[in-house]
């Protein structure tokens, strides 16, 4: 087996080397990740701009751009072939609820998936990488466990996985969830610049809103696990009927000769 891993924390983050360690015995392994962190970058592609690969005295391979740029640059022509897995991570705090929308770690996974191959995402809940070692193994687990079930190698699909910072034997299991929701972000935080101008940074993630059972949020606050499936599919399948007969009435343009 062939794994590809990434990150958007940078190839040298504490998350993608422990990632490494646990995954290097159980396929080949390469990694393509960005040279800098990448957080918060979804799946944005570098398309103005020459995008350069290096390599790092441990053979990682970073790229000068975004998650998703590492993963499509390593699977349209710098590995020469088709891995059977893509892995992302391990992201330093959580991707639950809203956050996948953001997650540079779930945009390389996903960028994985769309180019036909089974991905993966892992965070841990917490940042600051407590109990990292536990969140690898975990992932080691997750990763055996879709080989010997032959999910690798089938038709791509997509998983967006989040582990709590706890020791590796009060990890009470895996759940199977769907995303929760977060509230809005908090609030803009400014500074003023040396030279007197106003400085703007995005303020925090907003606190859990929908954490019921059956979410992310409630799995992993349970201790648990939280594993979610993902799809790129983004049309409100529930409201093609509602904007059809909304739009209805419209004429097309010169259709009644009226502009």
């Known amino acids: ?45 570098t398309l103005h701009a020459p995008l350069y690969v290096a390599t790092a005295a441990n053979g ?7 998650p998703a740029d590492c993963v499509h640059i390593a699977l349209t022509g710098l590995l020469g072939y088709k891995p ?8 330093n705090g959580a991707n639950m609820g809203d956050d996948t929308i953001y997650s540079g770690t779930v945009g390389a996974a996903m960028e994985g998936y769309l180019l036909g191959v089974p991905a993966i ?4 809940v917490e940042s600051g990488w407590a109990q990292l070692d536990a969140a690898a193994a975990k992932a080691r687990e997750l990763v055996l466990q879709m080989l010997q079930d032959i999910q690798v190698g089938a038709s791509p699909w997509l998983l967006n996985v989040n582990i709590p910072n706890v020791p590796l034997d009060q990890i009470k299991g895996v759940k199977v969830c769907r995303l929760g929701r977060r509230h809005a972000a908090e609030s803009v935080v400014t500074q003023t610049s040396p030279r007197g101008q106003t400085m703007y940074w995005i303020g925090a993630a907003g606190a859990a809103k929908d954490d019921a059972d059956g979410t992310d949020f409630h799995a992993t606050l349970g201790g648990y696990v939280s594993v979610t499936p993902l799809k790129t599919d983004l049309t409100d399948h529930d409201a093609l009927a509602h904007w059809g007969q909304t739009t209805a009435g419209l004429l097309p343009v010169g259709g009644d000769g009226q502009p």
């Open 84 to 91: 059977d897995l893509v892995v992302a991570g391990i992201n």
């Open 121 to 124: 995402a892992f965070s841990q």
């Open 60 to 66: 990682f391979r970073f790229i000068n751009g975004t």
């Open 1 to 45: 087996m062939k794994i590809l891993i990434s990150n958007d924390d940078g190839y040298q983050a504490p998350g993608i080397v422990a990632l490494y360690e646990a995954l290097k015995d159980v396929a080949e392994v390469e990694v393509v990740a960005p040279e800098q962190n990448n957080s918060a970058k979804s799946n944005a592609f």
